[in-house]
């Protein structure tokens, strides 16, 4: 019934170790739905490793009618419901020559990031995502290590926290800062290490991949 998990997994070259790691399901179950030795897998557990995989339930069911997947399944393919969100920063940015704007986080068009569990808040929103900081230029606000988390479809406002994302070449490279004006072709962003010495810096909006607004945190605790 769900061997097309295999087709699936060995596309995206994801071990099936990678996969129960990403999915909190035991390795050993995962090879029995890919043989097909388990036939009815729970709801969640799909929802799961479709998550893990970047696809929908639909994708990962052998059925002959799609229709009737897509019912049964519908209330857990809804992006809106989705348990796992993306979670970059797991490579940094350090500043250099092509990259002159400060620490920053890498995100691999295309590559498969990391992920974590959609907190309940962002449970309206189908494109959030979250971030690793690296930097200390948002301390005390967010120490190294913490998770943020990120909704790209909020209006960006006066004070807000957001991510300003770059594109360099094959990638994009994000950075945290404090938002301090903003106009339609424009944003003006601070850090807020104390004695940074760097002024606020504006940047056209025209040059910028994107701006996305935090709308919380996840501190580390070690």
Known sequence: MHTSI???????????????????????????????EITRPSYEKLVRIAEALRCTVEDITDRENPSEVKSVFQAFTDQSAAIFIPLYGNERQSMNTDFQHGDGFIIRPGGSPNQTKKPSFLDYSDTAYAVTTYSEAMEPRYLSGDVVFVDPKLDVKQRDDVVLTFQVGD?????????????????????????????TVSFQKSDLYGVHVIVGTQKYRG
């Open 6 to 36: 295999y087709k699936m997994r060995t596309k995206l070259r994801i071990t099936q170790p990678e996969l129960a790691e990403r999915t909190g399901i035991s390795q050993s179950q995962i090879s029995k739905y890919e043989k097909g």
């Open 171 to 199: 990638k994009l490279i994000g950075m945290i800062r404090e938002c301090v004006e903003v106009s339609e072709s424009s944003i003006k962003v601070k850090d807020l290490k104390v004695n940074s010495g760097k002024p």
